[in-house]
């Protein structure tokens, strides 16, 4: 998702990301998502190769969510800051969840250690695009702001879903059949609870004006995160 961004703010398809210094984090941050592709490849080669087995690990409830909510858009501005928006709030999100990950005793030591290294790089990213966010977001026009405001607080909703679908189809092709129930109470318990730490997209709404304004208090406070 966020490579794909990437090259999209390489070719000039988002204002505000074409001056020297943004071109370059972009190159970076292009760099670092590679190799956190190569390093979880690798790690979950070494364990299908060790355990003898090969899952397949469904789309998760993020990407299918932001594509879901995309096809409901026809201008491809629109398509596109959906996207964005999107990779904002996972890459303001994803070093605190890489951190539950590798700091559990329960997660197997190869895959802590993968993850504690993608971790690393992701502490910088969630820096990187809060500032392309502020870049992006001041060049945009008065109706592009809205829909962006509009758009910014769904995927905290959609990060913070747990991915129950993916973990259905796991444990069937494991087959291990007797957790249907047992996912059907979680989802039910996180149903309309959001147990991640979203303050730095509410500071980050704040910090663009968003929450300053009518559009945008609306669309937070839809979503129910000015609780
Ligand atoms: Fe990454
Ligand atoms: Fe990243």
Not at 23 to 38: A, F, G, K, N, R
Not at 60 to 76: G, K, W
Not at 190 to 215: C, K, N, P, V
Request: charged content about 20%; aromatic content about 10%.
């Amino acid at each position: 998702m966020v490579s794909p961004l990437c090259l999209d703010a390489l070719a000039g398809d988002f204002p505000g990301m074409s001056d020297q210094l943004n071109q370059q984090l972009i190159c970076e941050t292009m760099v670092d998502e590679s190799y956190h592709v190569l390093l979880t490849l690798s790690a979950c080669a070494v364990t299908r190769s060790m355990r003898q087995n090969s899952v397949t690990i469904p789309t998760s409830t993020l990407i299918r969510r932001m594509q879901a909510f995309e096809a409901e858009y026809i201008e491809v501005w629109q398509k596109k800051l959906i996207r964005f928006a999107t990779c904002v709030v996972s890459e303001v999100f994803i070093s605190d969840y890489l951190l539950l990950l590798s700091s559990s005793s329960l997660v197997q030591p190869l895959h802590r250690q993968v993850v504690n290294a993608h971790r690393q790089d992701e502490a910088t990213h969630r820096l990187i695009f809060r500032e392309f966010a502020k870049f992006v977001y001041q060049d945009l026009t008065p109706s592009q702001k809205t829909f962006f405001a509009s758009v910014l607080p769904k995927p905290v909703r959609w990060f913070a879903a747990q991915d129950f679908d993916c973990w259905d189809s796991i444990f069937s092709e494991l087959g291990i059949h007797d957790v249907t129930e047992m996912l059907h109470d979680c989802r039910a318990y996180h149903q309309t609870r959001i147990d991640i730490d979203y303050s730095g997209i509410i500071d980050l709404a704040m910090e663009l004006g968003i929450i300053a304004t009518d559009f945008g208090l609306e669309a937070f406070g839809n979503e129910g995160l000015l609780d």
